[in-house]
């Protein structure tokens, strides 16, 4: 099974915001290799955006070290893969049988990436 996350499910996990416990057992699935998450560089970009913003540049960049050693396959973003994605995003949610695309975009919440108090 394949999750693609985008910067919300990470920034709302840094918020602890209801729902990270949902991405906690995706991240453990595939620290196990049960599924392939990924994530867009663009929206990397974005997460690290707000880190610095909200958290100063120490803390987001021990956020973004956790990332990058995360489970998480972060892919450069070229047009085809835009489109494609774009295209995806419109499927509802394993609308197909046996379909293998979920897409975590503004559903769930991701908890790995916390910096040290």
């Known amino acids: 099974m394949v999750y693609v996350f985008d910067a919300c499910a990470l920034i709302s ?3 602890d ?3 990270s416990n949902i991405v ?6 595939a620290e196990n290799g049960e ?6 560089i663009v929206n990397l970009i974005e997460v690290h955006y707000a880190n610095i913003r909200n958290l100063g540049q120490e803390q987001a960049a021990v956020i973004l070290e956790n990332i ?8 450069s973003v070229i047009s085809d893969t835009v ?3 774009s295209r995806l995003t419109t499927m509802k949610r394993d609308s197909e049988p046996g379909g293998s695309v979920n897409f975590m975009i ?7 990436a916390r ?3």
Do not use: C, R, T
């Open 13 to 15: 996990y840094l918020n």
């Open 115 to 117: 910096a040290p108090a």
């Open 24 to 29: 906690d057992d995706l991240l453990k699935k």
């Open 17 to 19: 915001e209801p729902g």
């Open 35 to 40: 599924i392939d998450i990924y994530m867009s």
């Open 83 to 85: 489109f494609q994605q």
């Open 106 to 112: 503004g559903e769930a919440h991701a908890p790995f």
């Open 68 to 75: 990058l050693a995360s489970p998480i396959k972060v892919v």
